[in-house]
């Protein structure tokens, strides 16, 4: 019997910290903005929306509750991707089950990434 890749291909969102959407390019703590892409395993990947943000990174010192409400606004995503992630912010996200990554780069580079340790997370 044939598989059908459609009703198995698994699409999750990923957010990109960026200050002009083309890299991966600043800090989790930092950022003003992320660039939210939907990505289908097997299929690619789609621009979804740039999302505001409030930095809250003030000098290594976080305040706990605008760093909860950071990662609120981005409990619908599966992976949060930044130049860097501090501690703090990335115990935050993986309480809220997102998964923190630092990949600087070009956010299509990012995106191969994440698809890719997508796929293998998939396996186990």
Known sequence: MA?????NAITYK???????G????????????????????????DFLEERKAEPVCMDGKHIIPEMEKSTKQLEDCRYV?????????????????????????TIDDAILKVWEYNR?????
């Not at 990923?14 to 002009?20: G, H, P």
């Not at 600043?26 to 990947?45: P, Q, W």
């Open 120 to 124: 293998i997370q998939g396996l186990f």
């Open 3 to 7: 598989k059908n890749n459609e009703a």
């Open 81 to 105: 991707v930044a130049s860097r992630i501090g501690g703090g912010a990335a115990a935050s996200l993986t309480a809220r089950g997102i998964t923190p990554m630092e990949l600087p780069g």
């Open 22 to 45: 083309e890299s991966v390019n600043i800090h989790y703590g930092r950022a003003e903005k992320f660039f939210v892409y939907t990505l289908k395993d097997d299929e690619g990947y």
């Open 14 to 20: 990923a957010a990109f910290a960026s200050t002009d």
